[in-house]
């Protein structure tokens, strides 16, 4: 559970920001070191950290392909903090560290991955690695195995994770912006 | 200095290091480079997302109002926006 009175402490004085890193805790990701971060700066901070958990835990793409996804994202972006997190949601589903790895090894030829799965995990690889093959017809792939919400839910969950694992990367290493947690107000 | 944040995060993340956060602490406070970071994150992330939906611009050059189809007539495959 979270620790709210050490939040309270850093200087976390949201109710509702309070909830959602109460929520974070929970689920194992992101992390308290970037909940403290996004807490410094709360107008910014609380959307994006609202945005972070919505996407990867609410709509209708099963949790444990988005978890795949992210961890795949975060060793793509070089963010091997964030790499190193596990959803305790998508663990408790069932999701092991076997598939896992093998998400994030050469997943086209695995068998245990449909081939919704490959799908979605080759949207992810190629959105940053190769953008200009993810055309029409790339969407026209996607559209077998999801619906347009489903894909544009996936997109954005993407987009969303591949960029704030961008950040992280440039801060996590030397910790950054992560030493000092939030000033008492 | 907020340029190169922006830029280097995308392509040179290796040199958004130790030094160079000090370096923006010269100009900006802590919270202030959080938030500029985060706005950065948000669109490294979601730019190549629309670039790969291919949206054109909602406007012809002459301020119409246009459709997807007719707006890449106009613009042609690789509008300003896409780029």
């Known amino acids: ?185 | 200095m907020a340029l190169r944040y922006a830029l280097w995060t995308a392509v040179n993340p290796a040199a958004v290091d130790d030094a160079f956060y000090q370096a923006l602490r010269e100009h900006y406070s802590e919270e202030e480079i959080i938030e500029l970071g985060l706005f950065i994150a948000f669109n490294i992330g979601y730019h190549t997302f629309f670039g790969t939906l291919k949206f054109y611009p909602m406007f012809a050059p002459d301020g119409r109002l246009v459709s997807q189809d007719e707006s890449a007539r106009i613009y042609g495959a690789k509008p300003v926006s896409l780029a």
């Open chain 1, 1 to 185: 559970m979270a620790d709210l009175t050490a939040s309270s402490r850093d200087g976390v004085e949201d109710a509702e920001l309070q909830s959602l890193i109460a929520e974070a805790d929970r689920l194992g990701v992101p992390d308290t070191a970037v909940c403290r971060m996004l807490a410094r700066v709360p107008d910014h901070g609380k959307p994006m950290l609202r945005a972070m958990l919505v996407s990867h835990q609410q709509g209708n793409v099963d949790h444990r392909l988005k978890e795949m996804v992210r961890i795949r994202l975060a060793r793509i972006a070089g963010d091997a903090r964030s790499a190193s997190l596990r959803s305790r949601r998508a663990r408790e589903a069932g999701l092991d560290e076997a598939a896992i790895e093998a998400a994030c090894g050469d997943f086209e030829r695995d068998d245990r991955f449909s081939a919704a799965e490959k799908a979605a995990l080759r949207y992810a690889t190629d959105m940053y690695g190769s953008p200009e093959t993810v055309d029409q017809a790339f969407y026209a792939g996607l559209k077998r195995h999801f619906t347009e919400a489903q894909i544009m839910e996936l997109g954005a969950f993407i987009a969303l994770h591949y960029g704030i694992y961008a950040l992280l990367r440039t801060m996590a290493p030397a910790g950054a912006l992560f030493a000092r947690p939030a000033a008492p107000r």
